[in-house]
């Protein structure tokens, strides 16, 4: 019965290992639109965030906004599964997936028509390399907020 019971304790210590380990429940990460910055540094003044939210383009033409991507699945070279992006209509957006050195890996580029845009997943990526993703904002066009799914630890 003492063999039993202590097989009966080690699976379920290694179960809520299992269950409580970060890797598993770190497959989404999603940031506000608020950390995106004006890509060109002429244009920072055009970029307004609203508190902690959003990021919005406060100018009369179109500027550019590059967004930062947490990655933290860093060994696979497949990839994420995809990625959300909540923004107005009239954005355009592009995720890379580059290699550590900044070679090119994967893109997707997506053009907006409603309010979210969802990127199906970027095929391949490189061990170490980040994920980045940069928008056109048309005048007075937002950022809401934005979504990475990577794949589960294997």
């Avoid at 380990?21 to 890509?39: F, H, W």
């Amino acid at each position: 019965m003492k063999n039993f019971t202590a097989s009966i304790s080690l699976t379920m210590i290694t179960l809520m290992g299992s269950i409580l380990s970060p890797q598993v429940m770190a497959e989404s990460k999603t940031l506000p639109g608020s950390t995106c910055e004006a890509y060109f540094g002429s244009q920072k003044g055009s970029i307004s965030t609203n508190g902690v939210t959003s990021a919005r383009n406060t100018s009369a033409g179109a500027v550019y906004v590059s967004c930062p991507m947490l990655r933290d699945r860093t060994r696979n070279k497949n990839g994420f599964r995809g990625a959300y992006v909540y923004a107005t209509p009239g954005t355009r957006c592009t995720i890379q997936s580059r290699s550590a050195r900044g070679a090119f890996a994967d893109s997707q580029s997506l053009n907006f028509t409603g309010t979210a845009r969802y990127f199906k997943n970027i095929n391949k990526s490189s061990v170490r390399g980040p994920y980045a993703m940069y928008c056109l904002l048309q005048p007075n066009g937002q950022i809401n907020s934005y979504t990475v799914n990577e794949y589960s630890p294997t």
